[in-house]
């Protein structure tokens, strides 16, 4: 079984920074994609970043140049940077993992995390 623990949320104020961060644990044999997603009050749930295995990664438009997202391989742990936040990025921001374990493939949420940019 696969765990994520996401953590790094809160408050902060417009042109601000904060950095989640998202462990992953269990008996996982490779983890491909590591991806964060967001969901505003009333909107529908979006990709922000991913990154794959290789270290490539993809960025909504929205976040570009402001987010950047990374990857420790040896910690299992993917972290999104967020600088110059704005009002328009308060959402839960949840981390999303694609792997495999030794029973098969696996994909995993985390609990979702509270981001919150006020002006």
């Known amino acids: 079984q696969v765990q994520l623990v996401e953590s790094g949320g809160g408050v902060v104020q417009a042109g601000g920074s904060l950095r989640l961060s998202c462990a992953a644990s269990?008996?996982?044999?490779?983890?491909?994609?590591m991806d964060w997603y967001r969901q505003a009050p009333g909107k529908q749930r979006e990709l922000v970043a991913a990154?794959?295995?290789?270290?490539?990664?993809n960025y909504a438009d929205s976040v570009k140049g402001r987010f950047a997202i990374s990857r420790d391989n040896a910690k299992n742990t993917v972290y999104l940077q967020m600088n110059s936040l704005s009002p328009e990025d308060t959402a839960v921001y949840y981390c999303?993992?694609?792997?495999?374990?030794?029973?098969?493939?696996?994909?995993?949420w985390g609990q979702g995390i509270l981001v919150s940019v006020s002006s």
């Open positions: 999303n993992v694609w792997g495999t374990v030794v029973a098969g493939s696996f994909e995993v």
């Open positions: 269990g008996s996982i044999s490779r983890i491909n994609t």
């Open positions: 990154v794959t295995s290789g270290g490539n990664t």
